[in-house]
């Protein structure tokens, strides 16, 4: 029997969890906890579980779950007390998307990205109290990061290995507790949240290769911005300009935020540190694209009214403080 804590998450691995494909019943007993906090109506976990029957607890009411034999937490995002793991014979396992100690946090997935990690994993890990993700490590399976995935792309390929490997390790449970290995005291990273306060655009230090990183890392939850005249800009539909032919008019010496309108590809070009970036839609109060936003902000008729070039480029937003920061200086301080 066991007790599932999910958050987020899509239903496919809970239906591979509940039966092998040769129709044999894995789990004879199985109840579903989600935190009731925002729209828990939404999560994919708790559509199918009602669909399915099985019942479902809104976290912290857990009921009776003394005669469970093991509990499995997948994106919940809550600690859990020391009381809670001891009531289950072979505690509780995480299913967590990275190569662990690499990445502990709540956003692994984001951070493989972020930073071009070639190679990442899973863990299957058991649940220690008052600290997240410092269990002994069950199970780990190693896999290559592909070519440009997404934060979205690469999410999906280890829910997908996280199932396969939280089915293993159901099926001979005790074989591998009993060979779990605590994690290394080396090469520990952590993944904060994705925050808006990453999303601004630094275009004096960041380049090409750091802003298609962020792009495809942090673009699902939260669009780049930067700022016009003082006005922020969202900027969309990001383009590797390595794909497509080369820009001959565009100039190396340009200063970053320097902006240019590409007419034959419909694309506006911006330069970072040390080359340029490509966006096919912004949002300056409504959505424009490229060609919209040159014809409003950018066309020469414009140009020649204002002595001011700065109002040609986009300014770099810097914030007093980086909140990706001061949340991992919070959390360096808590788990000391």
Not at 9 to 37: K, M, N, Q, Y
Not at 99 to 111: E, N
Request: proline fraction near 6%; glycine fraction near 6%; aromatic fraction near 8%.
């Amino acid at each position: 029997a066991g007790l599932s804590w999910r958050r987020s998450g899509g239903a496919a691995e809970e239906r591979r969890g509940r039966h092998l494909e040769t129709g044999e019943v894995l789990i004879d007993r199985l109840e579903v906890v989600t935190l009731s906090a925002g729209y828990p109506s939404k999560l994919p976990v708790r559509k199918y579980a009602s669909q399915s029957d099985i019942p479902i607890h809104d976290w912290p009411d857990l009921g009776q779950c003394n005669d469970f034999d093991v509990g499995v937490v997948v994106s919940f995002g809550s600690l859990l007390s020391e009381e809670l793991i001891l009531r289950f014979p072979y505690g509780i396992l995480n299913v967590h998307p990275s190569l662990l100690p690499r990445w502990r946090g709540p956003a692994p997935v984001f951070h493989t990205v972020l930073h071009g990690d070639q190679v990442t994993g899973v863990t299957i890990m058991q649940i220690r109290p008052k600290r997240f993700d410092v269990g002994p490590i069950v199970m780990q399976k190693e896999c290559a990061v592909p070519a440009r995935c997404t934060a979205n792309e690469l999410g999906v390929m280890l829910a997908e290995a996280g199932a396969d490997m939280l089915l293993a390790t159901l099926k001979k449970l005790p074989e591998c507790i009993e060979n779990s290995r605590e994690q290394s005291k080396k090469g520990a990273t952590f993944a904060p949240k994705i925050n808006i306060a990453m999303s601004w655009v630094n275009w004096e230090e960041q380049t090409s290769e750091e802003l298609d990183r962020l792009n495809r890392a942090i673009s699902c939850r939260v669009p780049l911005r930067t700022l016009w005249m003082g006005n922020t800009v969202k900027l969309l539909d990001f383009v590797d300009l390595r794909d497509l032919p080369l820009f001959p008019a565009v100039t190396q010496q340009s200063i970053p935020g320097t902006i240019q309108f590409h007419k034959e590809s419909n694309i506006l070009l911006v330069r970072c540190k040390d080359d340029w970036v490509g966006f096919r839609l912004v949002v300056l109060k409504k959505k424009l694209s490229a060609a919209d936003f040159y014809n409003g902000y950018l066309h020469r008729y414009f140009q020649e009214r204002t002595n001011d070039h700065n109002v040609w480029r986009f300014q770099t937003h810097k914030p007093e403080q980086s909140l990706a920061k001061r949340a991992k200086r919070n959390w360096v301080a808590t788990h000391r």
